[in-house]
């Protein structure tokens, strides 16, 4: 069992940096590949990016690649989400998961509670 809690939403304006961090509980978070998916009201959930367990392999949505860098420290069991250039369709709800490396929701099993994203222009 993991449980994940994301923290370092807010506002930004656009052209700013945010720093998501997402803390896991659990002996096991090394063992996992870590997610960062958003939603934004009346849309379905995006992949945003994702890293392996070894840290050895990322993937990022085109949307968010060059501008965001997801990293982890498994000796402090987190994943960062570096959010770079934000833009004015980024404003979502930032949930990170863990589960099987990937971009398709469905394969992970635990989520955080979501930390809030706004962008202003």
């Known amino acids: 069992q993991v449980q994940l809690v994301e923290s370092g939403g807010g506002l930004v304006q656009a052209g700013g940096s945010l720093r998501l961090s997402c803390a896991a509980s659990g002996r096991t978070f090394s063992s996992y590949a870590m997610g960062w998916f958003r939603q934004a009201p009346g849309k379905e959930r995006e992949f945003v990016g994702a890293i392996s367990s070894s840290r050895t392999s990322t993937l990022y949505a085109a949307s968010v690649k060059n501008r965001f860098t997801i990293s982890r420290d498994n000796a402090k069991n987190t994943v960062f989400l570096q959010m770079n250039s934000l833009k004015p369709e980024d404003p979502a709800v930032y949930y990170c998961?863990?589960?099987?490396?990937?971009?398709?929701?469905?394969?992970?099993?635990?989520w955080g509670q979501g930390t809030q994203v706004t962008v202003s222009s």
């Open positions: 998961a863990a589960g099987r490396y990937g971009t398709s929701w469905p394969s992970y099993n635990y």
